[in-house]
T-cell receptor, first 112, second 115 residues
Framework: GDSVTQMEGPVTLSEEACLTI???????????LFWYVQYPGEGLQLLLK?????DKGSNKGFEATYRKETTSFHLEKGSVQVSDSAVYFC???????????FGQGTRLTINP | GAGVSQTPSNKVTEKGKYVELRCDPI?????LYWYRQSLGQGPEFLIY????????DSGLPNDRFFAVRPEGSVSTLKIQRTERGDSAVYLC?????????????FGPGTRLTVL
């Protein structure tokens, strides 16, 4: 079945550092790919998405590119802030299906 | 406008008891989803409604779990004969239509603890 594997955390960085959180997926078809974020004390919210190969999703300085050849959707940011501290979830949704399949999450802590 | 709301925010129950968890989706959203999130894990899909009908219930772990959405808006997740392994955060989400690329908007969750 479909699955998502994320880089294990926790990840701790200093402010202004460069961030990459790896995400790879296994799917039978052509899924849409998502990054969701959960800030402390808040619910899950969509950060960015890409619906087809080579699409780049971006939001709040974060980017991720849908790479079909490597089945990856790595999350990147050039300069992180303390306010980026949160748990990040990579997820997919197969074409024709509606449910999201999530990775296990990566906890990110940014120190000032 | 109002987001997805879930009640109660916390529920503590004893093993063997029956519980109901409620979800109010965003007004006008036809698709509604239930997920379960165990500590340190990503959410796992339970069931998806399109309107009043359960279009996909493949994630329900066993027949102790049941969900309804009788008027196509509010949904209730029902768990019979609760077990300690049912302890988790139960998340509800809604979207404007049930397509794979539509954003799902999540509620804050109900934390269920079975003693």
């Amino acid at each position: 079945g479909d699955s998502v594997t994320q880089m294990e955390g926790p990840v701790t960085l200093s402010e202004e550092a460069c961030l990459t959180i790896n995400c790879t997926y296994t799917a039978t078809g052509y899924p849409s790919l998502f990054w969701y974020v959960q800030y402390p004390g808040e619910g899950l919210q969509l950060l960015l998405k890409a619906t087809k190969a080579d699409d780049k999703g971006s939001n709040k300085g974060f980017e991720a590119t849908y790479r079909k050849e490597t089945t990856s959707f790595h999350l990147e940011k050039g300069s992180v802030q303390v306010s980026d501290s949160a748990v990040y979830f990579c997820a997919l949704s197969e074409l024709g299906a509606q449910k999201l399949v999530f990775g296990q999450g990566t906890r990110l802590t940014i120190n000032p | 406008g109002a987001g997805v709301s879930q009640t109660p925010s916390n529920k503590v129950t004893e093993k063997g008891k029956y519980v109901e968890l409620r979800c109010d989706p965003i007004s006008g959203h036809t698709a509604l989803y239930w997920y379960r999130q165990s500590l340190g894990q990503g959410p796992e899909f339970l069931i998806y409604f399109q309107g009043t009908g359960a279009a996909d219930d493949s994630g329900l772990p066993n027949d102790r779990f049941f969900a309804v959405r009788p008027e196509g808006s509010v949904s209730t997740l029902k768990i019979q004969r609760t077990e300690r392994g049912d302890s988790a955060v139960y998340l509800c989400a809604s979207s404007s239509s049930g397509t794979s690329y539509n954003e799902q908007f999540f509620g804050p969750g109900t934390r269920l603890t079975v003693l």
